[in-house]
Nanobody
């Protein structure tokens, strides 16, 4: 089993940037496909981005394409989400999730709050 912990959330102004980290323990993260998801108040959790175990393949939600970048450092057992050009609609709790198949999310972190002020 793998345990995931997100960090890097906080308060940002519109147009600003934040970098989220997803750190793994208990098992190497390198064998997992990892995704970022977010949930805004009163809304369902939604997909943000996903990266293959090797880091070669990525996928993004249309709402963040061109602004967010997912990456990973398997030597550090971590996955990152660089968020640029933030807007208030990006305000949400952000979660990372790991799975062994594209689209499966077997393990979840506890989430980190991102708040973007206008």
């Amino acid at each position: 089993q793998v345990q995931l912990v997100e960090s890097g959330g906080g308060l940002a102004q519109a147009g600003g940037s934040l970098r989220l980290s997803c750190a793994a323990s208990g098992r190497t993260l390198s064998i997992y496909i990892v995704g970022w998801f977010r949930q805004a108040p009163g809304k369902e959790r939604e997909f943000v981005a996903r990266i293959s175990s090797s880091g070669v393949s990525t996928s993004y939600a249309d709402s963040v394409k061109g602004r967010f970048t997912i990456s990973r450092n398997n030597a550090r057992n971590a996955v990152y989400l660089q968020m640029n050009s933030l807007n208030p609609e990006d305000t949400a709790v952000y979660y990372c999730a790991a799975g062994q198949n594209w689209g499966s999310n077997d393990y979840w972190g506890q989430g980190t709050q991102v708040t973007v002020s206008s």
